[in-house]
């Protein structure tokens, strides 16, 4: 499709085990972001990759938080050990380059049992 | 720091009323300032924007004028419906940043 396609659509995982989402952007986008929208948190900013670098982790929220961008299109972000905490959605966007209007998929519901 | 406070909800209208959402923002600078909406089950779609002062941004009959003076954003409709039931996000993008804050978002219920 011509969107930011995000997947799983839903993950449920139990408290500790680890988990991959992956994001594949708008094509020709060479900028990528994670969001993450929590109850009580709101939508909050993790991490900016242009092209496969990423110039800003500051969002990550903990060293169990990690992301990769290869050949500047896919993303993966993985949460390891996840805790009941890490319960939100996570999204990702895409856009030309920085400044330009961020597109956003529509998210990874992810729940911790 | 830079921050955006919206009008809380949930705003619950008839149809065919008039829409305000509040927004205001904190920043140095001139940020550019976006709407965005997420519906039921969906992820968040740019409603509209604004990039300098006294800008109007305009989209599917919604409205939002960049006012410096007053830091403000308020997104504005003349006539809802109820397909425009949903959450709405007021945010800023600081100048040649990437980053994008937001606002804790409004819901807006339209009843028929």
């Known amino acids: 499709g011509a969107g930011v396609s995000q997947s799983p659509s839903n993950k449920v995982t139990e408290k500790g085990k680890d988990v991959e989402l992956r994001c594949d952007p708008i094509?020709?986008?060479?900028?990528l972001y994670w969001y993450r929208q929590s109850l009580g948190q709101g939508l909050e900013f993790l991490i900016y990759?242009?092209?496969?670098?990423?110039?800003?982790k500051s969002g990550l929220p903990s060293d169990r938080f990690s992301a990769e961008r290869t050949g500047g299109s896919v993303s993966t972000l993985t949460i390891q050990r996840t805790q009941q905490e890490d319960s939100a959605v996570y999204l990702c966007?895409?856009?030309f380059g920085q400044g330009q209007p961020q597109h956003f998929g529509d998210g990874t519901r992810l729940s911790i049992l | 720091g830079n921050s955006v406070t919206q009008m809380e909800g949930p705003v619950t209208l008839s149809e065919e009323a008039f829409l305000t959402i509040n927004c205001t923002y904190t920043?140095?600078?001139?940020?550019?300032l976006f709407w965005y909406v997420q519906y039921p089950g969906e992820g968040l779609q740019l409603l509209l924007k604004?990039?300098?002062?006294?800008d109007k941004g305009s989209n599917k009959g919604f409205e939002a004028t960049y006012r410096k003076e007053t830091t403000s954003f308020h997104l504005e409709k003349g006539s809802v419906q109820v397909s425009d039931s949903a959450v709405y996000f007021c945010?800023?993008?600081?100048?040649?940043?990437?980053?994008?804050?937001f606002g804790s978002g409004t819901r807006l219920l339209v009843r028929p």
């Open positions: 094509s020709g986008h060479t900028a």
């Open positions: 920043a140095t600078g001139y940020p550019s």
């Open positions: 966007a895409s856009s």
């Open positions: 990759f242009q092209g496969n670098s990423a110039p800003d």
């Open positions: 604004a990039t300098k002062a006294d």
């Open positions: 945010a800023l993008r600081k100048d040649s940043s990437y980053k994008l804050i």
